[in-house]
């Protein structure tokens, strides 16, 4: 969205920027022009871009410094700007995990969500206000929650049992930031990590097979596919 601001500004001759120049500025400046519900949702996001410079660099002339910051050889860099305008924050302590290079894309994605707590679990949907029962589909005796899915729930509790035997991870615990926790102080392996976000993903699968499907298999049977995924992806 900001390549259509510098593209007004520093490619005024091409078609786009002439027409939007004519029929949605007519005639004023890029700075100066307001988001409107008769314009479109794309045009009011270039607005939306066009006051976020203005917020972060303080003005006009300065976000037009900025820019040209971000242009190099008449072509304009979408990493530079991304850098300026993404909120930035520390590093979480779980990210060396999650991040792990033996580990599946989609594992570390759904592992991603269950550290900040993003998963859909019912305790999320009930604080949106959506009406359900909140019982864990995994053991059917307690409140379904994340802290509850990863690992606390029985069932949950079988498989990351059967899982780090197998894989030869000693002294877990069977919460899941506690066990990340045991992971990453004691320096574990890829093959490690990748079995405990193998394990979440598997375990928040099976959670959405009992719900929409009616399909259950055992924590013998699931644990079984997670060692196999894990060592037959990194070929141990």
Known sequence: MTKWVWKLLFKPGCLWS?????????????????SSISLSWYWNNVIKM???????????????????RCTARQRFDVSQIYELIRPHSSAVSWAPLVYDKGCHPKHSFIGMLAMQDKLPSIERLISRGIMLINRCSLCLRQCESISHLFFTCEFSAQVWGIVAARLH??????????????????????????????????????????IFQGIASSPEDLSSKIVCMVTRRLGV
């Open 50 to 68: 066009k006051d976020l410079l203005l917020d972060i660099s303080g003005g006009p002339e300065q976000a037009l410094a900025l820019l040209v």
């Open 18 to 34: 002439r027409w939007v120049t004519q029929y949605i500025l007519k005639g004023r400046d890029i700075w100066h022009a307001q």
């Open 169 to 210: 991870l000693q002294g877990v615990i069977f919460y899941l930031h506690a066990t990340v926790n045991i992971l990453l102080t004691a320096r574990r392996n890829s093959l490690h990590n990748a079995g405990l976000l193998a394990s979440i993903y598997y375990i928040w699968k099976e959670r959405n097979s009992r």
